[in-house]
């Protein structure tokens, strides 16, 4: 039997993003990207969590010896975000200073989305579902 975690529900998703100055980066992501601070830890501090609607994700200070992606010069991974409004998301987070990688466009499989790059080189695709496709209308090979 499992207890309820205060932290974070059952079921979700935690994806553990470094930052090579956490502080500012949590700034920046409540400006830029819309993210609320749930918490933080540590001195300095050396972690937190941020939420954005039901999503969130912890955020860490990184490391001596971690790279960012903006230092690598290539991205290490992308999260994805559901908004409900792309184009009010894609300007706030335009005029906050978020390196705009796509225009808000609509996929083929669907979604209207734009991708951004935040202060360290993360790769974020912000989303809304607009047309119902399945996958195999686009592509897919569906396994389950």
């Known amino acids: 039997m499992t207890s309820k975690n ?3 529900p059952v079921d979700t998703l935690l994806p553990h993003v470094n ?3 956490l502080g500012e ?3 920046w992501l409540s400006k830029a990207f819309g993210f609320e601070e749930h918490y933080r830890y540590g001195d300095g501090p050396s972690g937190g969590q941020m939420w954005a609607g039901k999503g969130a994700t912890q955020v860490r200070q990184a ?8 230092q ?4 290490t991974q992308s999260s994805t975000l559901i908004v409900d409004d792309v184009d009010a998301h894609y300007a706030r987070s335009k005029a906050a200073g978020a390196r705009i ?3 808000p466009h609509e996929t ?5 989305q734009y991708a951004a790059e935040d202060l360290d080189g993360h790769h974020w695709l912000f989303s809304r579902h ?8 686009w592509g897919a090979v569906v396994k389950r």
């Not at 607009?130 to 209308?137: A, L, Q, T």
């Open 6 to 8: 205060r932290s974070v």
């Open 19 to 21: 930052y090579r100055n």
């Open 25 to 27: 980066a949590m700034t």
């Open 63 to 70: 490391r001596d010896g971690q790279k960012s992606p903006g």
């Open 72 to 75: 690598l010069g290539y991205g």
């Open 101 to 103: 990688l796509e225009e």
């Open 108 to 112: 083929e499989y669907g979604e209207y």
């Open 130 to 137: 607009v047309k119902d496709r399945s996958p195999e209308e």
